[in-house]
């Protein structure tokens, strides 16, 4: 499936107008003053939560999905259109013109999420796959990548998956994308799902050198905004 630039600039803009504007694409447990630390590494010993700590939430499972949606901002949509690029999905994923969302069902992982008032940092830990499903771009000259099979470390602030370049696979768990979660909300429930909301998704340093050398380019800028995320997750 293709989304024109023209549908999906039109959608961002309105939603932007209309204030409501929100991307989901991860759940970062860290503060915009901590993420830069916790990115080194999420098996530090740092990261790890003290013997009498207890999460609030332990969802050993994921299997049963539900999954991370992504409404793109306006920002975003604007620096693709300017390279000429048409954004697509890949697999099992979904795009809702209505509202702009991109859709990524999960398909595994675990995560365990502390109280955010406690010492335990990060206090959301674990991992969340999304296997089977992606993104596309899709340039002018016929160039396609795709970027499928997002895997979200919320301990490391980071998401990965693996890159393809006109069917040929560039990279195997890369580094896409910064989570930042200064802005993350508390956790919800609806019904028997859990929901991580508000974090923002920036181009990752090594994904915008991989897509500027892709499409002969130097328009893609480190830390670009790529939007808000939001993750459910079935916790039965």
Do not use: W
Not at 150 to 174: M, Q
Not at 182 to 192: A, V, W
Not at 206 to 225: R, S
Request: net charge negative; with cysteine.
């Amino acid at each position: 499936m293709t989304i024109t630039r023209k549908t999906i600039t039109k959608t961002a803009l309105g939603l932007v107008a209309s204030g409501a504007l929100v991307f989901s694409l991860a759940a970062c447990s860290m503060d915009d003053t901590s993420s830069d630390a916790g990115s080194s590494s999420s098996s530090s010993a740092a990261a790890e939560p003290t013997a009498e700590a207890t999460p609030l939430a332990s969802l050993p499972d994921l299997s049963k999905g539900v999954d991370t949606q992504v409404t793109v901002d306006a920002s975003f949509v604007e620096a693709l259109t300017s390279l000429g690029l048409t954004p697509g999905v890949v697999g099992t994923a979904g795009f809702d013109s209505a509202t702009g969302t991109f859709s990524f069902p999960i398909t595994g992982g675990n995560v365990d999420y502390y109280d955010p008032a406690s010492d335990v940092r990060p206090y959301v830990q674990g991992e969340i796959d999304h296997d089977g499903s992606g993104l596309s771009l899709t340039a002018a000259d016929g160039t396609v990548v795709e970027l499928t099979d997002f895997r979200i470390d919320p301990g490391e602030s980071k998401l990965y998956g693996t890159v393809t370049a006109n069917g040929t696979v560039a990279a195997e768990d890369a580094y896409l994308f910064n989570l930042y979660g200064g802005s993350l909300k508390p956790l919800q429930t609806e019904g028997d799902n859990a929901i991580l909301e508000g974090t923002t998704v920036h181009i990752s340093p090594d994904a915008a050198a991989l897509l500027n050398q892709t499409f002969k380019t130097d328009a893609v800028q480190d830390e670009m905004l790529v939007g808000v995320a939001k993750i459910t997750v079935a916790t039965k």
